[in-house]
């Protein structure tokens, strides 16, 4: 009589099978810029290992604008200047147009900061050269990256048209010391798109500005976006921003915690009104992170009961105050 356990084993054709059927299966994030499966980074800190990204997962389509948020000390800075590829990342995935951030080598890493990623800082000043004018700084770029797609006069005209979209043109000539923080952050925007990059990252971009002046700023990214189509991912504690744009993802302890997505919709009046909704995020191996709010208020702590509904799950505290707690 046969071993019920054996007759459970897989076959060589089972698992050929299998194999074939997962080599058919897309990979994770294929139609997405920006890829993070899993992404871990762990820092050395005095002896004591620190690891800013937990697991993290993230999907950024091409022609998004989104912000990042969360708490500082959350691993949001960490994640992109991973994707900047000025960190590199200590296990997991991260891809920016197909490139492996994991296995790029220090020339590769200089070509994907010239050419695939444009970078604007919270510090004004660390955007823009000094003895350089608002010209001069956004033909720069370009000039470091070489080729013919923008040579010699046109590098100056890309220039002015940068200059002029997103509302810097009076300061094609001046220094940046000539200019006010406002100005100097759309020149450093203009400076990032110079050489058309794939993404563009900001760095708490208003961070140093007064409320008024950050809503140019952010009206500056939002043209470029509208207009160039360009893909743009803002970290910041401005919620003025983050109200802004159509997708905010939270990162609490090195993950994704939560999305808001805001969708504009039309009425029967025909006016446009918008609407946000707040999801929690499931990552790759299921896990979700409940706000912080929820489990205070039903007393989650260590374990939690699931039940499976029709079309929901219901999670539940465990009330067992036995052995093991």
């Known amino acids: 009589m046969t071993d019920p356990a054996l007759a459970t084993d897989p076959t060589l054709a089972d698992l050929e099978r299998r194999a074939m059927a997962h080599r058919d299966t897309p990979a994770h994030g294929v139609d997405a810029l920006v890829v993070c499966d899993r992404l871990v980074r762990i820092f050395s800190e005095d002896g004591v290992e620190v690891q800013a990204l937990q697991g993290l997962d993230l999907l950024v389509r091409e022609g998004e604008l989104m912000a990042l948020v969360g708490a500082s000390g959350s691993g949001k800075s960490t994640l992109m200047n991973i994707l900047a590829g000025l960190d590199v990342p200590s296990a997991g995935t991260a891809r920016v147009g197909g490139h492996d951030l994991l296995t790029m080598s220090a020339r590769d ?42 040579a010699g006069r046109r590098q100056a005209e890309r220039a002015g048209e940068l200059l002029a979209m997103l509302d810097a043109a009076e300061c094609h000539d001046r220094l940046p010391r000539q200019m006010s923080g406002g100005q100097q952050q759309r020149v450093a925007i203009a400076v990032a798109l110079a050489n058309s990059p794939s993404l563009l990252l ?35 504690h401005d919620q003025a921003v983050a109200a802004e744009v159509e997708r905010t993802v939270a990162i609490r302890d090195g993950r994704t915690s939560s999305e808001v997505v805001r969708r504009t919709e039309i009425g029967e009046d025909g006016r446009e009104s918008v609407t946000a909704r707040e999801f929690v995020t499931l990552d790759r191996a299921g896990r979700l992170q409940l706000p912080a709010a929820y489990t205070a208020a039903l007393g989650l702590r260590d374990r939690a009961l699931l039940e499976l509904e029709q079309d929901h799950v219901k999670v539940r505290p465990d009330r067992d105050t036995g052995e093991g707690h």
């Open 109 to 150: 890493r200089l070509r994907h900061r010239r050419d695939v990623v444009g970078f604007v800082r919270q510090q004004t000043a660390r955007n823009l050269l000094p003895f350089l004018t608002a010209a001069q700084n956004v033909a720069l770029p370009m000039q470091l990256r070489g080729g013919s797609r923008f």
């Open 202 to 236: 900001a760095d708490e971009p208003t961070g140093e500005l007064d409320a008024a002046t950050g809503e140019q700023v952010f009206a500056a990214f939002r043209r470029a976006n509208e207009e160039l189509g360009a893909t743009i991912m803002i970290v910041t």
